[in-house]
């Protein structure tokens, strides 16, 4: 049984067809990227699997479980966490909470209102676990409005896996960095444990070709192609409609 | 000065052991008034009315009652029956004061019979008429100083009755005291033959037009409007009722709040030949109110309005009172201050420039006399009032069980 | 049926003061994003210092066309110098701006109350009607020509910001900036000024409803609070930023008051809260307003 | 990142569990502030009636009554970032169960406090059910709606007295103890121990997992949803409490004036409990209570010299919002911090 599987799934805002029949199966563990030109869909996909907006119509599983339709947090709950491309993320609070409050999201006390929240250790240490694991250790203590603009990009990734979700979708986690900041996110990217599948709406070709296995492209709403990342660099009709130019530079910074 | 007052009563508590030792050494005696008013707030003006008329009444008896010094303290009860009860307690607590008095407001009047019950100490209401502040409320401690909304309207509706009126319309803020004048007016009127063929209840303070309720009025045919209305919201359904054409068909009848002098300006001038019941106006011509009326114009050089007079009888019976219970105790203060409140009842004021009054022993109610007066233009070509007849005071409502 | 129909009447009357309150609201909403809670103190400075001008000049019509003068000037300054530079300094405009509004409320109402009875001596006071509108007209019935005149201004004022808005250049600016605010700032304009200028004309308007009410109903410390709430409802019936909602969202309130109040007086207190809390629980985004964009 | 030396702070060491967590350093010394502040703050209170006037007493009765209502708005402005004007009908619903159960129908008054904060809470959560569907500006009028149908409801009742209200409220009877609150000075300590109390449980409430969640919606509520909080409960939940709070204070109001009218459920005083929890400060726990005191004794003061106090509140309240976001309680936070670090170079606080 597939992990994630999206099937036949379409969405229209008036007269324009944002995503066409889309499918998509993710094998558990698999890293898949979805790229495509700006205005392709990626995101209105993205906000269509992770419950933000319900589809015209097709069907999303989680495990063989319908979440067509259901809500963010009912959708979260099944086991598939997002990050988001703009940074949403609790400015008041200190990386340590903001970590805290999503491992709490999935533990039975989170609504228990009359015992001190430091009584349960257990979700500090797990806070502090995901922190270590984005390399946001330094910074635990900070409030989030004082971290780099890399900083928050980890944060927003480690914020999705806090949830421990079964499925992690990344909306662009590296828009606006730095190669140095890029060149961390890959590192952290390829180290997820092996039981996270993975989808990554992902511009950079760098981080594209760096983490995933898998690359489906979409462009006006709709698969071009399919497969591998040498696949895909060899597809003639992806190179026509999208590489371009980077394809060359795409293809060197994969096999590098 | 006040300021100082604040800051010495703050550590009050702490102050009290030196005040003990050092009290004898006090030579003159002192009695403290509270004036308690809605000094803020859509009542402002009938405050600072009642305010006059305390300082005139005070001036008149040298600032002493009986050996005793009076001194005058002032609070604001903002219209508020919560501030009321809370600066009802500093006067009494913080100010040490021996009687207070001067409120308008009912809501705030009885509020403030259940502070005065519950520290025993007395309270005079000047111008707060619900009917339940002498009746269900009435308490030792208690006063009032003014008529009761049912006295006044029953005798108002009665008079129209006898007048050939026979249907009316009544408007009026649909509030405990709009309430109260609505059901004296039609115990008064029905009882005499006429027919309330129309009850309007508009919201209090939130209502903005009184267009559809004048229209209905219309629809009646009724021979007249009476209403009970004060403040912004009389301009407002006197110059709607004006603009919607009806002076002629269907009249607009009430109390003094309707036509009350201070509203005139703001009804851009009021309509001549309008005509309300009242239990005072300047244009009475008795010799108390003669006297009044100049006293008053010599100290604040106008004319007293129904108001002052209110505020004056208020504070007459304070003072009086007061005299009269340290007389009854030897030259002290009782220390039962219900005596004084019994003192104050039983005076016989027959030179109050409102007319001879008198309060009912039964539960310390004022029995008023009252005055329709229709607004002439004068020789002078502004308008004036002009008492057209006089009629009996109605009978307060039952209610008072004053053990 | 006449009595209906001068219900009628008399609820666009009602309707057409609110609307001059409640539009200035939703599009400085909608540009700007400011809940100005101060909008019932401009709609006081309108009808004080309308009150004064016309003590000065003895004229309605002088008073009408001066007064709202006031409230345009301060509203500019207002926003100019005071709102904006602390939006840009990172506050909040939504919650901020709001409380921030609120306190102004709280202040003029407090100021007013100082100059005009403290000081002063005035409680009550009123502006005449002018000369041929102080009268009624005879119209099946009497009817009230000022109301009549309120009417026509009101329905004057809603065609010109409707060709204000959908006419001239400025109008697709500020429609554009409601649809979306960082177009606006995209579009090379100078945009503090035009939001200080929208912003100084919603103020205006309220100065302009201000000075009308004072001659229909009575000057006092109250008026403000007490016409603020219904316009907040009609702003938010009508769908936060929307000026067609803004429209008929005015008539709703007017009618409701008066026909409840026509009608079914023991309603009329509820009446206008229970249409507006049905709508925020089934439809918050308003009767006119977008649906919030996802996400 | 310096290490204070009771905490031997390491990722490596494993949670105890039956101390507070070592790692959390920040919830230590959270808790640490909040006893050092809530010891003294206590010892004054307490000491208070001893020093000071009869009048004060009451008024700090006042304060106290005060205090209770705007830590409860608190709970949602500072904490969920929900701005109520609708509280004010929570406190009278409060204030009504009392009067109507201890006068009217003759229960014992601790009786009917009871039923009051039961009552508050209910109600309280059923509107929260309604309103917390919508936020911002909507959420600020659905709430004024519903208060101002409460008060429309307590204005034409009229076996409670319509506008005039009920007088002649008996307040809690503490002859058991051998104590008499009709006496200001005893009335005040009994305040005092309902205020400890709700303090005590709010303060639970926001340290809970669930106060968290609460400070995670008000930062940002999309994310919330996205991590998979369904938020809406626990918005609803804490404009129960937030009411209870109200409604607790309601059945002390009425027994401090002996006194009830539908005056006590306008908006204006929802309005006042806004300006009472932003001057004194609605980033911080007890920054409302010191609002409260602020206000009701600036406003005893103020009220000396001149009848327009509005103008004061009003002008301070604005400067309050555009230029000191932490109010009193951040003035003094800052001072102190300034006085302990020159003393000792301890860590800096947040307020």
């Not at chain 2, 309207?153 to 009026?172: L, P």
């Not at chain 4, 702070?9 to 006893?35: I, N, Y």
């Amino acid at each position: 049984m597939s992990q994630l599987s999206v099937s036949d799934i379409s969405k229209s805002f008036g007269a324009l067809k944002v995503i066409d029949k889309f499918d998509l199966d993710l094998a558990v563990g698999e890293r898949h990227a979805v790229i495509g030109p700006n205005g392709a869909g990626k995101t209105t996909l993205f906000n269509m699997i992770s419950g933000w907006i319900p589809p015209d119509t097709g069907r999303i599983e989680v495990e063989g479980l319908d979440i067509t339709g259901r809500s963010p947090q009912a959708v979260t709950q099944a086991g598939l966490a997002r990050s988001f491309q703009k940074n949403t993320l609790f400015d008041g609070l200190t990386v340590a909470e903001s970590l805290r409050l999503a491992v709490q999201a999935h533990s039975p006390v989170r609504f228990n209102f009359l015992q001190p929240a430091r009584k349960f250790g257990g979700l500090q240490q797990r806070a502090h676990e995901i922190a270590r694991q984005m390399e946001l250790e330094t910074v635990f203590d900070r409030d989030v409005n004082t971290l780099s603009y890399g900083q928050k990009r980890q944060l927003e990734v480690g914020i999705a896996l806090a949830c421990s979700p079964k499925i992690l979708l990344l909306d662009e986690p590296a828009a606006g960095t730095s190669p140095a900041e890029r060149a961390t996110l890959v590192r952290l990217l390829t180290t997820l444990p092996d039981d996270v599948t993975l989808l990554l709406v992902e511009h950079d070709m760098d981080v594209v070709f760096g983490v995933c296995e898998r690359i489906t492209v979409l462009n006006y709403g709709r698969v071009v192609a399919s497969g591998t990342p040498d696949e895909i660099r060899r597809d003639p009709e992806v190179r026509a409609a999208y590489l371009g130019e980077s394809a060359g530079h795409a293809g060197e910074a994969g096999k590098a | 000065m006040t300021l100082v007052r604040k800051i010495t009563s703050l550590f009050a508590g702490a102050g009290m052991l030196v005040a003990a030792s050092g009290a004898a050494l006090a030579q003159e005696k002192t009695v403290k008034v509270g004036l308690l008013s809605d000094f803020s707030g859509v009542f402002a003006q009938l405050a600072k009315d009642v305010e006059d008329a305390w300082m005139l009444a005070l001036e008149e008896r040298g600032g002493m009652v009986a050996g005793y010094k009076v001194e005058i303290v002032k609070e604001d009860s903002e219209n508020s029956p919560q501030a009321a009860v809370q600066k009802a307690n500093k006067l009494i607590k913080s100010d040490n004061v021996t009687i207070f008095g001067g409120s308008i407001s009912s809501g705030v009047g009885i509020a403030l019979a259940g502070v005065a019950d519950k520290e025993k100490t007395p309270y005079v209401a000047g111008f707060s008429i619900a009917d339940a502040l002498t009746g269900k409320f009435c308490s030792p401690y208690v006063a009032r100083t003014s008529f009761s909304a049912n006295a006044l309207q029953a005798a108002a509706g009665a008079y129209w009755a006898k007048k050939g009126v026979k249907t009316a319309v009544f408007m009026g803020p649909d509030y405990a005291a709009g309430q109260a004048m609505l059901a004296g007016f039609k115990n008064g009127f029905e009882a005499a033959g006429g027919k309330v063929v129309l009850e309007e209840l508009t919201p209090f303070k939130t209502t903005k037009d009184w267009g559809p309720s004048l229209l209905k009025a219309q629809q009646t045919g009724a021979d007249m409007i009476y209403t009970f209305y004060a403040g912004s919201e009389a301009v407002q359904v006197v110059k709607q009722h004006a603009a919607f054409g009806m002076q002629e068909k269907m009249p607009l009848r009430g109390a003094m709040w309707i036509y009350d002098e201070a509203l005139w300006d703001a009804m851009g001038g009021v309509e001549i030949g309008a005509i309300h019941v009242t239990n005072y106006t300047n244009a009475l011509d008795t010799e108390a109110s003669e006297r009044f009326e100049k006293a008053f114009e010599a100290k604040y050089g106008r004319l007293p309005v129904a108001s002052n007079a209110m505020g004056y009888t208020n504070a007459v019976a304070i003072f009086d009172g007061l005299a009269k219970a340290i007389e009854d105790n030897g030259g002290n203060l009782p220390e039962d201050k219900s005596k004084i409140i019994a003192a104050l009842a039983s005076l016989k004021l027959y030179s109050d420039p409102r007319g001879p009054v008198h309060f009912n022993s039964s539960n310390n109610a004022m029995q008023d006399e009252l005055y329709m007066v229709q607004i002439v233009k004068g020789d002078d070509g502004k308008p004036h009032h002009k008492v057209i007849d006089t009629l009996p005071y109605g009978e307060d409502l039952p209610g008072c069980n004053m053990q | 049926m006449t009595f209906f129909l001068f219900n009628l009447l008399n609820g666009l009357q009602l309707s057409m003061l609110i609307f001059l309150m409640a539009i200035g609201l939703t599009v400085i909403f909608g540009l700007m994003d400011i809940l100005n809670l101060a909008h019932g103190a401009f709609y006081m400075a309108g009808a004080y210092f309308g009150y004064v001008v016309f003590q000065a000049t003895g004229s309605f019509w002088i008073a009408l066309a001066i007064a709202p003068l006031l409230p345009l000037v301060l509203g500019f300054l207002l926003q100019y110098f005071v709102l904006q530079p602390l939006i840009d300094r990172g506050r909040s405009a939504h919650l901020d701006m709001a409380l921030l509004t609120f306190g102004l409320l709280f202040f003029t109402i407090g100021l007013i109350d100082l100059v005009f009875f403290e000081t002063l001596g005035l409680t009550f006071m009123s502006i005449d009607k002018p000369a041929g509108l102080g009268s009624y007209v005879n119209i099946g019935t009497f009817y009230p020509s000022y109301r009549l005149f309120i009417i026509a201004v009101g329905l004057l004022v809603a065609l010109i910001v409707w060709l204000l808005l959908e006419r001239t250049v400025v109008g697709a600016v500020v429609r554009a900036g409601v649809d979306d605010r960082e177009m606006v700032r995209a579009m090379g304009v100078n945009v503090y000024v035009v939001f200080a200028s929208v912003f100084a004309l919603g103020c205006g308007l309220a100065g302009l409803a201000g000075v009308i009410a004072g001659a229909e109903l009575s000057i006092n410390i109250t008026m403000g609070v007490q016409i603020l709430i219904p316009t907040l409802v009609v702003v938010v019936l009508g769908g936060l930023g929307s000026v067609k909602g803004c429209f008929f969202g005015s008539l709703i309130v007017g009618m409701t008051e008066t026909l409840s109040q026509a009608y079914v007086p023991a309603l009329a207190l509820f009446a206008t809260y229970l249409i507006l809390a049905a709508m925020l629980v089934f439809r918050p985004q308003g009767f006119f307003g977008r649906t919030p964009k996802s996400v | 990142m310096e290490n204070t030396d009771d905490d031997s702070w390491h990722p490596l060491v494993e949670g105890d569990e039956s101390r507070h967590d070592p790692m959390d350093r920040a919830a230590a010394r959270d808790q640490r502030r909040f006893l050092t502040i809530a010891l003294i703050g206590l010892a004054v209170l307490i000491a208070l009636p001893f020093v000071v006037g009869d009048y004060y007493v009451s008024l700090f009765s006042e304060i106290l009554i005060f205090g209770i209502l705007v830590s409860g708005v608190n709970l949602l402005l500072g904490y969920t970032g929900l701005v109520s004007l609708g509280h004010a009908s929570f406190m009278g619903l409060g204030a009504y169960v009392t009067a109507i159960a201890a006068s009217l129908l003759g229960y014992p008054v601790w009786l009917s406090m009871l039923a009051s904060i039961l009552i508050s809470l209910l109600i309280a959560y059923g509107v929260g059910l309604l309103s917390v569907r919508t936020k911002g500006v909507q959420f600020l009028l659905i709430t004024l709606a519903f208060g101002q149908m409460f008060h429309a409801i307590a204005e034409k009742t009229r076996f409670t007295g319509g506008d005039d209200g009920m007088t002649n409220i008996p307040r809690i009877d503490l002859g058991f103890i051998g104590l008499d609150a009709d006496q200001d000075r005893v009335f005040y300590f009994f305040v005092l121990v309902c205020f400890v109390v709700a303090m005590l449980i709010l303060r639970r409430v926001v340290e809970s997992p669930f106060g968290r969640v609460l400070v995670g919606i008000r930062e940002n509520e999309k994310r919330m949803l996205a991590m998979g909080y369904t938020t809406f409960p626990y918005k609803a939940l804490a404009f129960g409490i937030s009411g209870m709070l109200a409604g607790l204070a309601g059945s002390l109001w009425v027994q401090h004036g002996f006194f009830v009218n539908p005056h006590i459920m306008t908006w204006e005083l929802s309005g006042e409990a806004l300006l009472m929890v932003i001057i004194g400060g609605s980033q911080s726990f007890f920054g409302p209570v010191l609002g409260a005191a602020f206000y009701v004794l600036a406003k005893d003061l103020l009220s000396e010299i001149t009848e327009a106090y509005l103008m004061f509140f009003g002008l301070i309240f604005v400067l309050v919002v555009a230029f000191f976001q932490g109010g009193l309680a951040g003035f003094a936070s800052r001072f102190a911090e300034r006085f302990l670090n020159r003393k000792s170079d301890g860590g800096e606080d947040k307020p």
